[in-house]
């Protein structure tokens, strides 16, 4: 892709020239295991959005990253009701993205994996009519699902009365979709933190102050504090920080 605003490393090895996509993909490249990579983005006083949506939020450099985060993994999941309220469409992916991609022995487009517990989803939407690969959508037994979702994804139930969500990615890696990229809301992020399935956070730090009303990026019951050692510390032309913590 273009580069405009450069991005460069302070930490660990400062590096005074921008990193291009080749480097920025082997600082976020793919794992030997499977593994749950978050991604968020928030204003420095911890906002998940501005005006109710996160792209108040993202600059040029957040969506460089954002792009090479989808292309290096399996599969994009998210909770239905984050589908809905960004819009998501068909997650696809630029020629270059997809090249690589072949190189690497993956197919062409991540896999997209909606959970939702109401079924509460729209056949029509474009991320279900227009997507190019088959989307999976992860919930319990107990729901039912609306006319027409299942002549357009593969519909998983784990779980009786919620989605059980251990026993989701376990079925998402028995069909070859290990290395995940979760994509919020703050509830699923919060749902996986607590059941200790976060591997990995990636968080741009956009500079600027939400004030008072925004939620976090996490939302949900309490739960004990997860330990996530910082990875790499990015920093982009236009004051953005990109932080990437994980686990030992």
Known sequence: MTVGIPIRRLWPEPSVEPLDDAALTA???????????????????????????????????????????????DALVVAAGTLRHEGYRAVRLDEGRRAWRRANGLAAYPTLVVVSGALDLDPAQAAFADAPVRPIVLTHSDAEPPPGLTDVADVLRCGTGRVDLAGALAGLHGRGLTQLLCEGGPHLLGALTAAGLVDELCLTVAPLLAGPGPGRITAGDATGPTHLPLRHVLAADDGVLLLRHARD
């Open 27 to 73: 600082l976020y490249g793919r794992a030997d295991q499977p593994r749950l990579r978050v991604n968020f983005v928030s204003s420095l006083d911890g906002a998940v959005t501005v005006d109710g949506y996160s792209a108040g939020l993202s600059g040029e450099p957040d969506k460089r990253v954002f792009g090479l985060l989808r292309m290096v993994c």
